[in-house]
């Protein structure tokens, strides 16, 4: 007999509770519980109130010894994408892709699926946002108008396993997973309840038939994908689109991936054409970069298995507020304070009374604590108002006692660093350096060393830093 049980979840955390209160007890936030009802069978109950069951399903249990079946990826023929993604998609998987409105996020999956229709892999694109028309104006406009995709425009989950189980597609793309609904749970679509019953159904069927599921989310204002985290641990791959909406860079950043590396990231430009690949992401970045500008340090930095280079900006200026301002664009804030605290204790550099603004060009979010020297540099350069050398990368992780702390993949930031035509690298003492990149490198053990070393350098008649030629 269906029975309906009533309780009461949180959209943003997606606690469950059997009453409904104002503030959620678990992550604080207020207004944010709704009811929800979900109807189930259940049989008849026992005299000791134990579930009877007709039959009695064995599991079967394999060794783990067991010869595995050999897994065959299917490539995007994207790039960048594949990249992200390991190499490409694997069967029976289910991915999650999140990111702000209008970032690119159905741009970017309609044309991949067209690039897999072209190669004769069955694709089925699902939109419970937009009709078929509007689709097709955005293919047409693409230039994909001619790719044998399938397209549905429906929300009602049961109708689209229906139809996914008959056609068997290889790739299924859900647009998006707050649209959809389930007819045994009695909440609206986009509530706790649906988004973790609309998704466990998805990834069930994407195992039990092989074929690879797709789920577009939306993001809430703090840029974490909408609904309880319980759907990012279900599904085997998270990717979240980054990018600022006033440039034309886009970031496709892989959080979770079980077939393949964490973080990493491909980088795609907005054009007219839709989302072209950028495959020196490194040189575009710094294109556009002023020479022998104060307040500007470049990052030899990593994002997953990629070198990258970027520009750190840095300005500081006399505040006029009681409270100076610390603004940072794709950087932490709470590491800028700490960078502050550390020059001024260490290093006897005050930015007290002074506006700090902190900029990673590009539009691109860093969280390599190597930036930290980087970071430092830049803030020097715009506090004494004194030009780095345009031909230096910079990187190296701060400690609170001002010690620089080497990082890990010297090697390669080196051979990006070198192959974008820089020439010299201020790095930690004992960076773990191991090749010859052609660099003359400048170790420094403490931060205080390295501003007094930078301060030589760019004042007339100042002494060079010693170098060590080819690392």
């Known amino acids: 007999m269906a029975r309906s049980t009533i309780s009461y979840a949180c959209t943003e955390c997606g606690a469950v509770r059997s009453k409904w209160s104002g503030q959620c007890d678990s992550c604080g936030n207020w207004n944010t519980i709704e009811q929800q009802v979900t109807t189930g069978n259940r049989g008849p109950a026992t005299a000791a109130g134990m579930t009877q069951t007709a039959s009695r399903r064995i599991v079967d249990l394999q060794p783990l010894c067991g010869t595995p079946d050999a897994i065959e990826r299917s490539g995007f023929g994207i790039a960048e994408l594949d990249r992200v993604l390991g190499g490409g998609v694997v069967p029976a998987s289910a991915i999650l892709v999140g990111g702000d409105p209008g970032i690119g996020k159905s741009t970017l999956l309609l044309q991949a699926a067209a690039s897999l229709a072209d190669r004769e892999q069955s694709t089925v694109y699902v939109s419970g946002e937009e009709a078929a028309a509007q689709i097709q104006m955005r293919a047409k406009r693409l230039g994909l108008m001619s790719s044998p995709v ?78 309880p985290r319980v759907i990012e641990h279900m599904v085997d ?157 910079v990187f190296g992780e701060l400690s609170l006692s001002g010690a620089l702390r080497p990082v890990a993949q010297a090697d390669p930031r080196l051979r990006e660093s070198r192959k974008l035509g820089f020439s010299d690298a201020w790095v930690p003492l004992r960076a773990g350096i191991r090749e010859n990149s052609g660099m003359r490198i400048r170790e420094v053990l403490e931060l205080r060393e390295f501003v007094d070393k930078i301060l030589a350098s760019r004042q007339p008649g100042g002494r060079q830093p010693d170098a060590v030629p080819g690392g």
């Open 150 to 227: 399938q397209l549905a425009t429906e929300t009602d989950l049961r109708a689209i396993l229906d139809t996914l189980d008959t056609k068997r597609p290889d790739i299924a793309i859900i647009d998006s997973i707050q649209t959809m609904w389930l007819d045994s749970i009695e909440s609206p679509p986009g509530s706790v309840s649906q988004l973790r019953g609309t998704a466990h159904e998805l990834i069930h069927f994407a195992k039990r038939t092989g074929v690879v599921v797709i789920l577009v989310g939306h993001v809430t204002k703090d840029g974490q994908i909408a609904g």
């Open 237 to 393: 791959t998270v990717l979240y689109f980054e990018g600022d909406r006033g440039h034309q860079f886009r970031i496709l950043r892989a959080v979770k991936n079980r077939f393949g590396p964490a973080d990493e990231i491909g980088v795609f430009e907005m054009t007219g054409l839709g989302l072209q690949e950028v495959p020196n992401p490194s040189a575009l970045f710094l294109s556009d970069r002023e020479a022998a500008a104060p307040g500007s340090a470049v990052f030899a930095g990593i994002e997953g298995t990629r070198p990258l280079l970027v520009e750190i900006q840095a300005l500081v200026a006399d505040s006029p507020l009681g409270s100076p301002r610390r603004t940072v664009v794709g950087w932490d804030s709470g590491r800028l304070a700490m960078i502050l605290a550390v020059l001024d204790a260490r290093c006897g550099l005050s930015f007290a009374g002074q506006d700090v603004y902190l900029n990673v060009a590009g539009g691109l979010r860093i969280s390599d604590p190597a930036a930290d020297m980087a970071v430092a540099a830049a803030l020097l350069s715009a506090k004494k108002g004194i030009p780095l050398e345009t031909s230096t990368v």
